[in-house]
C-alpha cells in the first residue's frame, strides 16, 4: 500500500519520531527517495491517544510502548525525528537514552525545502507569476517540489 515497489534490500529500518503532521510528512518525502534510503517501520508519538494505530500502513508506537523490544525485534536500525518534533525530542533524555541503548542512530530530519532550490528557481517561478499564467506556475512549482501533488483539479495533468 504505502511503500514503494522499489525496496531496495539495503533501505535502513526506521522509525519516525513525531506522527500526524511532521511525521506523515516526513514519511511521504522518503517514500519518494529514488533509490529508496529508508523503509519505514512504524512512527514513535508523543500523543498517547494514538497508540495502537496505523498511520500509511505501519504501526504508531507511544511512550509507553516497550521501544527497546520494539526496535530489537523489527530491526530498527535509525529513528529520523520529524522536523516539527525535534524540539520535544532533545528535552526528552528517557527517549534519548532508550534509542541510544538499543544503537539505534538517531537523524534529525530538516524542514526547510529550501535547501533542495536550484539557483534561478524562485526569479523563474516569481516571473512566470508576474505573467499570470496559472498553469506554468503550478508547472515550476512542481519542478521545485516534486512531491507536490494535485488533487481533483485542472493541475493534475501535471502530475504525469
Do not use: C, W
Amino acid at each position: 500500500m504505502f511503500e514503494s515497489a522499489n525496496i531496495d534490500t539495503q533501505a535502513m529500518r526506521v522509525l519516525i519520531f513525531g506522527a500526524l503532521k511532521g511525521g506523515i510528512g516526513l514519511a511521504k518525502y522518503i517514500s519518494t527517495q529514488n533509490p529508496v534510503q529508508y523503509k519505514l517501520v512504524g512512527f514513535i508519538s508523543h500523543e498517547p491517544r494514538i497508540k495502537d494505530m496505523k498511520l500509511l500502513g505501519v504501526n504508531v508506537y507511544t511512550m509507553d510502548d516497550d521501544l527497546a523490544a520494539i526496535i530489537q525485534k523489527e530491526k530498527i536500525q535509525a529513528v529520523l525525528v520529524s522536523p516539527l518534533r525535534i524540539e520535544d525530542f532533545r528535552e526528552n533524555q528517557a527517549i534519548q537514552d532508550i534509542l541510544i541503548g538499543a544503537g539505534v542512530k538517531i537523524i534529525f530530519a530538516q524542514g526547510s525545502k529550501e535547501a533542495v532550490l536550484k539557483n534561478g528557481d524562485i526569479e523563474e517561478l516569481t516571473e512566470i507569476a508576474k505573467k499570470f499564467d496559472d498553469m506554468a506556475t503550478v508547472r515550476k512549482m512542481k519542478e521545485i517540489v516534486p512531491e507536490y501533488k494535485s488533487n481533483n483539479s485542472v493541475y493534475e495533468v501535471l502530475d504525469k
